[in-house]
């Protein structure tokens, strides 16, 4: 009979260890890129069943953002360049800004407006915004491969680990509610009133001579 290893339980990582993760790498430093070093540094001390952990609990997360009514409200904060890659990444940047606004913008993507990231990017030309303002995290997703790597000394081993627990990490959206014209400005304009007052729109068809999202909202 094959004997399963035991588990340390008191080490599995859970949502609610996630966002503490999370959240206590905004506290530690507000770069960004020392954020996902401290986030790795700290799951490398931890198990490789871990760092499995963390990656599973940031796709469960990305599965609950992943929704044609939040990726509206990504693209219209990103002036419509906002593609597969792009709002897989604003997923990971909505994680990183923890568990409350997460939890307030998957239930209600208006409530964008209210978060202090988009409302410095408002009324400011994408050509305009600092790389580090972009609405993405990409590299969140490289955190726990970094540090299960580490661990094992394995290199690209972790979605074999995945698969292991029957499971597979998203690699791109997948919306499952209803498609919609996300370049429709009317359809923008009900579904997000204060982002709308906030941001450009598409260009209404009325409108000869102008491109797409260069009309100014209302």
């Avoid at 796709?59 to 929704?67: L, S, W």
Wanted: net charge negative; proline share 6%; hydrophobic share 45%.
């Amino acid at each position: 009979m094959d004997v399963v290893p035991h588990r340390d339980t008191a080490q599995v990582i859970g949502t609610e260890d996630f966002w503490a993760l999370v959240e206590a790498s905004a506290t530690a430093t507000g770069d960004p890129d020392e954020r996902l070093a401290w986030l790795t540094d700290r799951l490398a001390e931890r198990s490789a069943d871990d760092a499995v952990d963390f990656a599973l609990r940031l796709d469960e997360a990305r599965a609950r953002a992943d929704t044609w009514v939040l990726w509206g409200a990504a693209s219209l904060v990103c002036a419509g360049l906002c593609s597969d890659d792009g709002f897989h990444y604003f997923q990971a940047w909505l994680v990183g800004l923890g568990r409350s606004t997460f939890e307030r913008v998957v239930d209600d993507p208006d409530a964008l407006a209210d978060v202090p990231q988009v409302r410095r990017l408002a009324r400011r030309s994408v050509d305009a915004w600092d790389d580090d303002e972009w609405p993405d995290w990409e590299a969140l997703d490289y955190v726990a491969d970094r540090a299960y790597e580490r661990i094992t000394g394995a290199a690209d081993a972790l979605d074999a680990a995945v698969e292991a627990r029957g499971r597979e990490l998203r690699a791109s959206p997948d919306p499952a509610d209803e498609e919609w014209d996300l370049d429709d400005p009317a359809e923008l304009r009900r579904r997000y009133p204060r982002l709308a007052a906030m941001f450009r729109l598409p260009a209404e068809e009325s409108e000869p001579g102008v491109g797409v999202w260069e009309t100014a909202s209302p």
